[in-house]
C-alpha cells in the first residue's frame, strides 16, 4: 500500500481514507458555466412572440392613424380651395339688372358686366364650405350656383288664407333660422302670395343672391341671378312711408310690381329705406342674430350693389304656421 503523503486530509492515525466529494457548482457565481446559455423555454418564446405581435400590430395602427389624418387634412385644403374657387367665379362675368332704386329686383333693361374681383379672406372661404355642407345635408346641390325650383305658374294665387288668423314663417337657412310674423290683415293678398310660394317649396335652396352689409338681405329668386320670379305678379298693399330693422317686405320690379323675391332689413337697414312702392308683409321676432350673420357676409363694394355676396347663403325651407 502507497505511503500517504504527510499533509493530506486522509492523513491522520486512525482513520480511513475518504473519497474526495466533488465541488458543486453555485448559479450565480462568475466562472460556474461555461459554453452556450441556457435555450429559453416554450413559455418563453410565446411571451417574447406574443410580445413581438403586440408591438408590430402598434405600430402599424400608428401607420394607419397617420395615414387617415394625413388624408383628412388633403381632402379639407381641398375643400377650401373649391370654396374659394367658387366665390371667385360667381364675381365673373355676371348678369346684373340695372335697379334705378334700392331693393327693386328686375328693370326693362338688362346688361352683362364683369365686375372685378378681390381676394377671398380664409374664413369667408371657410364659411362658404360650411354653408355649402349644411346645404347638401339638409339636400340642396353641393353648388349655390344649381338651380333647383323650376315652378311657373300664369297667374296669382287664388286667396286661401283666413286673414283674422295670425301666421307666423319658419324660414331654416344655411346660417339659422329666423322666424316672421306675417301680416296678414294689411297685406292679405301680398301673405297669401308668399304663403302658397313657401307651402309649394318654392323657396327651398334659393339663395340670399343680394346683401349689402348694414342694410338687407334678399331672396326668393330661384335663378340665383336677380331676373327670376314665379312668373306673375301681384298688386302692392301696405306700403309704408318708412321702415323698421327686420322688416320684410316684397321686392318689386318697376316693370311688373311685386312677385316672388322678398329682402329682410337687417340691423340699421330700417333708417335707410324710406318710400319706394315696397309692400310690407311682415317682421322678424325671433332670429335676427342669424339675419344680422347673412348681413355681415354681404358684398360691402358700393358698385356691386350687393351682388354677389361674399358667403352665399341659402334657404332651406319655409315653414307656414297659423
Not at 21 to 37: K, T
Amino acid at each position: 500500500m502507497a505511503a500517504r503523503r504527510p499533509g493530506s486530509r486522509s492523513h491522520r492515525p486512525g482513520v480511513a481514507a475518504q473519497p474526495r466529494r466533488p465541488r458543486r457548482a453555485i448559479r450565480g457565481r462568475p466562472g460556474d458555466w461555461v459554453g452556450s446559455r441556457a435555450v429559453p423555454s416554450d413559455k418563453r418564446a410565446r411571451q417574447r412572440a406574443a410580445r413581438e405581435a403586440r408591438l408590430a400590430a402598434e405600430a402599424k395602427q400608428q401607420k394607419r392613424r397617420k395615414q387617415i389624418r394625413n388624408a383628412i387634412i388633403v381632402v379639407v385644403v381641398a375643400g377650401v380651395i373649391v370654396a374659394i374657387a367658387f366665390i371667385v367665379s360667381r364675381g365673373n362675368n355676371k348678369p346684373v339688372s340695372s335697379h334705378s332704386k334700392v331693393g327693386t329686383t328686375t328693370t326693362t333693361t338688362t346688361t352683362t358686366t364683369t365686375t372685378t374681383t378681390t381676394p377671398v379672406s380664409p374664413a369667408d372661404a371657410l364659411a362658404q364650405l360650411a354653408a355649402n355642407a349644411a346645404a347638401v345635408k339638409a339636400g340642396c346641390p353641393a353648388s349655390p350656383a344649381t338651380r333647383v325650383n323650376t315652378q311657373h305658374y300664369s297667374k296669382a294665387p287664388a286667396m286661401t288664407i283666413n286673414t283674422s288668423l295670425p301666421y307666423t314663417a319658419t324660414v331654416n337657412t344655411t346660417a339659422g333660422t329666423f322666424t316672421i310674423a306675417l301680416d296678414a290683415k294689411a297685406a292679405p293678398e301680398v301673405v297669401n302670395n308668399f304663403v302658397f310660394l313657401a307651402q309649394k317649396g318654392f323657396y327651398n335652396c334659393n339663395i340670399f343672391h343680394r346683401v349689402i352689409p348694414g342694410f338687407m338681405d334678399q331672396t326668393g329668386d330661384p335663378t340665383g341671378t336677380g331676373l327670376g320670379s314665379a312668373g306673375y305678379s301681384i298688386t302692392s298693399q301696405n306700403v309704408p312711408t318708412s321702415y323698421a330693422n327686420y322688416d320684410v317686405a316684397m321686392a318689386t320690379s318697376e316693370a311688373k310690381g311685386a312677385q316672388s323675391q322678398w329682402f329682410v332689413l337687417a340691423k340699421g337697414g330700417g333708417t335707410q329705406l324710406g318710400g319706394g312702392g315696397y309692400p310690407l308683409f311682415g317682421q322678424v321676432v325671433s332670429g335676427q342674430s342669424v339675419v344680422d350673420t347673412i348681413n355681415s357676409q354681404g358684398n360691402s363694394n358700393p358698385s356691386s350693389n350687393g351682388v354677389p355676396p361674399d358667403v352665399t347663403q341659402r334657404i332651406i325651407s319655409v315653414t307656414i304656421n297659423s
